[in-house]
């Protein structure tokens, strides 16, 4: 029957196999025409690339750089105004930096301690510069009950620093991170010069310590600071005892000079005034001796005189004062006079009070046979030449 149906046919009909395959091979056949057709195709345009572009090339620049060039007009023709303000801006700016620092300007340096000279800078260079040095200083110095004392003071931060008494290193504090130390020792009765001095770098103190310690009440000690410009007091004394101000001569020259002298708190100041007049001043030594001479002219033999003696602090207040009413007698003739060494005496000042100068202590020493003028001894007698 299928023989039949072929005959019909008139030609022999092909298995789906075979179409399968056939249909598979042509499309392989028109993929790989497809494929080798882009190939050339590909290959024919990037050389008409690169043909084009190298002969475009300088072409393609002139017109950008036209275009850059028109762009450039046009932001200057519309943002000129803005531009020109910017460009008067930096005029000014430069003439700031520049030519006002040519002017002399003065610069402060500032110290925390002291007043520092104000300093000149011209044409940005500096003529003098004043660096602070951080030297070891003095804030609190009290005597308290018992020669208890309280050294307070700064310096370089995490230092060690060494308290120096009576020119002997005594002790060694280290100061904390703000540069801040304590001492406080017990000391005797007496007078005693304080120093401070740095270790590692090593560094003295500028200023010393006077501390007077009384024996009889801690309120009646002394602290002052000495420093170059002069001494300040630290704690003056709020009691005073007897012997605080005493005097224990007189001497009137005929050549119209009054010498007075006697014992007073150390390192204060004692006033001599005649009849409410000032005539003159000296400062007690360390040893609490003290030595006055003025001249005040000539005194009448029988007229009565009033002699006031005064003892200063340093800020000048008056804490002791001693009245001396006197009847001038008549004098003697003698052409010298004769004085008693006390401990911390020297000629220089010897002379200075009874013959005006202290230069003239060469006189008090050929008088009294003195080969060493710097050596003298306390409760040595001296003649004084006052002619």
């Not at 307070?152 to 120096?164: D, E, Y």
């Not at 420093?227 to 300040?232: N, Q, V």
């Not at 005097?247 to 001599?272: H, M, N, Q, W």
């Amino acid at each position: 029957m299928a023989n039949n149906n072929t005959a019909v046919m008139g030609k022999t009909k092909r298995s789906t196999d075979v179409l399968i395959e056939d249909a598979i091979a042509q499309q392989d056949s028109w993929l790989a025409r497809r494929r080798s057709f882009t190939r050339r195709f590909l290959r024919a345009r990037n050389s008409s690339v690169e043909n084009n572009t190298v002969q475009e090339t300088p072409r393609e620049t002139r017109t950008m750089r036209s275009r850059d060039d028109n762009n450039n007009r046009s932001v200057l023709r519309d943002y000129w105004f803005p531009i020109l303000c910017a460009f008067i801006v930096l005029l000014v700016t430069i003439w700031i930096v520049f030519a006002r620092s040519s002017a002399p300007q003065k610069i402060v340096v500032l110290n925390a301690a002291k007043p520092v000279p104000v300093e000149t800078v011209s044409k940005g260079t500096v003529k003098k510069i004043s660096e602070p040095t951080n030297i070891p200083t003095f804030d609190v110095a009290r005597i308290q009950y018992d020669g208890l004392v309280v050294i307070a003071g700064r310096w370089q931060a995490n230092k060690n620093i060494s308290i120096v008494v009576n020119n002997k290193i005594v002790a060694t504090e280290r100061t904390d991170n703000n540069g801040e130390f304590v001492y406080t020792p017990k000391l005797a009765p007496g007078n005693y010069t304080i120093e401070l001095m740095g270790v590692k770098p090593t560094m003295k103190s500028a200023d010393k310590l006077f501390l007077y310690i009384s024996d009889a009440d801690y309120r009646n000690s002394v602290s002052l600071l000495m420093t170059k410009e002069g001494s300040k007091v630290m704690q003056s004394p709020s009691v005073l005892k007897d012997g605080d101000l005493t005097v224990s001569k007189i001497d009137y020259l005929d050549t119209g000079r009054i010498i007075v002298t006697g014992e007073a708190l150390p390192r204060f100041r004692v006033s001599l005034s005649l009849d409410d007049k000032y005539v003159g001043d000296a400062r007690v030594s360390d040893y609490k001796s003290f030595g006055v001479g003025a001249d005040i002219g000539e005194l009448k033999p029988g007229a009565e005189y009033n002699l006031t003696v005064r003892l200063h602090d340093d800020s000048g207040h008056t804490v002791a004062t001693v009245n001396h009413n006197f009847i001038m007698p008549e004098t003697t003739g003698d052409s010298d006079t004769f004085y008693t060494v006390r401990r911390g005496d020297c000629l220089w000042v010897i002379a200075k009070n009874f013959l005006r100068r202290g230069t003239l202590y060469t006189m008090i020493a050929e008088r009294n046979s003195i080969d060493n003028p710097n050596l003298i001894y306390p409760k040595q007698l001296l003649q004084i030449p006052t002619k």
